[in-house]
């Protein structure tokens, strides 16, 4: 495709749900990151996937999180049992290479657990 | 702990003005220095800095490494009300890991 696309664009879950974020890189790109934004804050390393590979996760904050990327193309973050503090936006990233760089985002999930 | 720290948090300028924004670090095995707009949701790359003391320049906008004082700026002139927007500056490491490290972002508003 021509940019990153990321779905849903809000999602509100009640706490408990589970929930799952889609994102579709850029077409070719062998490099996927999931970064976690909060109110006010920069950007945070969630996971890094290489392909199909998920070659780091030392970002993700609990077993409760889950990424997977099973053909090298679309990526799921599943968060199960969702809490408040998963309140944030989910931003999805590709790059060609990988490096992890410059990289091209998604414009985002707006995650709001009540 | 590695770190980025941006200044100001904030800034509101007048159309016209020229604006500078900070950007420190601390971190292990640097590798390069990032600056990217974020307008809504999506962050966009606008440089990419490895070598102190080469400006990099996209019209109006410039940037420029410091890596024995461990920071960079980021200019801005003649500012346009297009370029409000919360800029990020980040820092990439070497080695295995291939994650940015992000500050909190400045937060800029340019009014007409």
């Known amino acids: 495709g021509a940019g990153v696309s990321q779905s849903p664009r809000y999602k509100v879950a009640k706490r408990g749900q589970d929930v799952a974020l889609r994102c579709d890189p850029i077409?070719?790109?062998?490099?996927l990151f999931w970064y976690q934004q909060a109110l006010g804050q920069g950007p945070e390393f969630l996971t890094y996937f290489q392909n199909e590979a998920q070659l780091d996760k030392s970002g993700l904050p609990s077993d409760r999180f889950f990424a997977e990327r099973p053909e090298g193309s679309v990526s799921t973050l599943k968060i199960q049992r969702t809490q408040q503090e998963d309140s944030a936006v989910y931003l999805c990233?590709?790059?060609?290479?990988?490096?992890?760089?410059?990289?091209?985002f998604g414009s985002g999930t707006q995650l709001s657990v009540l | 702990e590695d770190k980025v720290v941006q200044s100001p948090l904030s800034l509101v300028v007048h159309e016209g003005d020229t604006v500078t924004l900070n950007c420190s670090y601390e971190?292990?095995?640097?590798?390069?220095l990032l600056w990217y707009k974020q307008e809504k949701k999506a962050p966009t790359f606008l440089f990419m800095l490895t070598s102190s003391g080469i400006e990099k320049k996209s019209g109006r906008l410039s940037s420029i490494l410091d890596k024995k004082e461990l920071f960079s700026i980021l200019n801005i002139t003649a500012t346009q009300t297009g370029d409000s927007a919360v800029y990020l500056c980040?820092?990439?490491?070497?080695?295995?890991?291939?994650?940015?490290?992000f500050g909190t972002g400045t937060l800029l508003a340019v009014q007409p």
């Open positions: 971190v292990t095995n640097f590798r390069s």
């Open positions: 990233a590709s790059s060609s290479g990988g490096s992890g760089e410059k990289l091209f």
């Open positions: 077409s070719g790109h062998v490099s």
């Open positions: 980040a820092v990439s490491r070497g080695g295995a890991t291939n994650k940015l490290i």
